[in-house]
Nanobody, 118 residues
């Protein structure tokens, strides 16, 4: 069992940056791939980024490639999403997730709101 708690969301102007954190409980964090997803009002949840258990492999949605960076520290049971050059269309609730593979997530956090103003 893994419990995930996101933090770091907030209100930022377009062009600004935010860093989201996802702290995990449990001693098996290092064995899980981690992902970030987001859901905007009236839209379905969409994939943002993922990182393998070792951190050696990452993947990004085309919409955030070159602007967002995912990284993790297994000693701290934490994964981060550095978001740069934010756009109003990045506004959403951001969720982190843990899973056995980078496309199969079993555990989800409660989400953190990110709002990007014009």
């Amino acid at each position: 069992q893994v419990q995930l708690v996101e933090s770091g969301g907030g209100l930022v102007q377009a062009g600004g940056s935010l860093r989201l954190s996802c702290a995990a409980s449990g001693r098996t964090f290092a064995s899980y791939a981690m992902g970030w997803f987001r859901q905007a009002p009236g839209k379905e949840r969409e994939f943002v980024s993922a990182i393998s258990w070792s951190g050696g492999s990452t993947t990004y949605a085309d919409s955030v490639k070159g602007r967002f960076i995912i990284f993790r520290d297994n000693a701290k049971n934490t994964v981060w999403l550095q978001m740069n050059s934010l756009k109003p269309e990045d506004t959403a609730v951001y969720y982190c997730a843990a899973g056995i593979g980078m496309a199969d997530y079993s555990y989800w956090g409660q989400g953190t709101q990110v709002t990007v103003s014009t």
